[in-house]
């Protein structure tokens, strides 16, 4: 199959899932489209204003993370490139699926002359403590909100475990994959049987020194416990800058939580981020507006469920990837300047 083939293929596999999330979205909705909209029209501005605030700082605290992971391996530390390299999460994430985040922070990080090795640590220890801290949350939130769990999502319970068993299994992983020495000795022996030819040793070989570069950066990166700890919290409050969204639009939309605590709000959130795990979309296109609308409809009725995920839609992704547009332009721009005075020197 050629590469035009592929990529058409690939873009209506996109397209298909886009299409169809529309169709779930409309059976959902299609009778409270109307009051949806009017909730819409009647949202406090200063509200909203609030929440693309919130809705940034997440990408705003994954940049601190990277100017601590690029200080702790002896790089000097720019703040706006490292604000770049989290914006890159959103802008991929949108343009790719998903599927070229970590391979264009790693070009960027190169590009600014880090070893490759060490430039995949970088993004992925963030990325390691994001998963840990949305399994841990999720587990934290349903000990202490176990009864209202059970009283209002007793048919998708079993989702709930399946969401952090796949995480958790990630999560391993990917550790395995950043330290464990034996596991990536396995690795290359596995590697080994299924590329016999002699015209993969160059290949492999640049795999064994980009695995052992990577697993060197990641032992160079976080060698303290209290390094994990400090990851773990800073974690804990960017997703909590996203877990309260939710409320801040019920309440932005003109409704109230009408006798849910704040924890349980929270909860739902929580465990949504959680359930979106087990639905394998590219990039998160279509499970969070589909579970989003499931579980908030469940506790605060369909109208509210619908522009409450607009409204965290709007915040966390659409605003965002616009930001992330006008960094990108930046970064285009100033790694074809520095390639161009590469050239002519």
């Known amino acids: 199959m050629s590469d035009k083939a592929k990529k058409g293929l690939k873009l209506a596999g996109y397209a298909a899932v886009i299409l169809l999330t ?61 604000i770049a390299v989290s914006y890159m999460g959103i802008f991929f994430n949108v343009t790719t699926f998903g599927a070229g985040i970590k391979p264009g922070q790693v070009v960027y990080l190169h590009n600014k002359g880090i070893n490759v090795g060490r430039a995949c640590a970088i993004t992925t220890m963030p990325y390691v403590f994001h998963k840990t801290v949305i399994v841990g949350y999720a587990v934290i939130m349903l000990l202490f909100n176990n009864a209202f769990v059970m009283r209002n999502f007793s048919s998708t319970f079993g989702y709930i475990y399946i969401g952090a068993a796949i995480n958790i299994v990630i999560i391993t992983g990917i550790i395995l994959i950043c330290t464990a020495e034996w596991f990536h000795k396995l690795a290359m022996k596995l590697l080994d049987k299924i590329l016999k030819k002699e015209k993969f040793t160059p290949f492999k070989n640049k795999i064994k020194n980009q695995v052992e570069a990577l697993r060197e950066g990641t032992k160079n990166i976080i060698k303290s416990p209290a390094a994990w700890i400090s990851f773990t919290v800073i974690n804990m409050i960017k997703m909590s800058c996203w877990y309260v969204i939710p409320i801040i639009a019920i309440y932005a939309a003109g409704g109230s939580l009408g006798g849910v605590t704040v924890a349980q709000a929270i909860t739902v959130t929580a465990l949504m981020q959680l359930i979106m795990g087990v639905i394998p979309t590219s990039g998160g296109v279509g499970s969070l507006e589909v579970v989003f609308s499931l579980l908030f409809a469940a506790v605060f009725g369909k109208v509210m469920a619908g522009s409450s995920m607009v409204l965290y839609r709007i915040s966390t992704y659409y605003i965002p990837f616009l930001i992330s547009v006008i960094i990108m332009l ?16």
């Open 330 to 345: 930046a970064v285009g721009k100033d790694m074809k300047s520095k390639k161009k005075a590469g050239g002519s020197e």
């Open 22 to 82: 529309a169709f779930i979205l409309y059976h959902l909705f299609k009778d409270s489209y109307k009051e949806i909209a009017a909730q819409l029209i009647k949202t406090n501005i200063w509200m909203l204003l609030f929440m693309i605030l919130l809705g940034n700082m997440y990408y705003i605290i994954d940049a601190i993370m990277y100017s601590y992971l690029l200080k702790k391996d002896g790089t000097p530390v720019n703040m706006l490139r490292c």
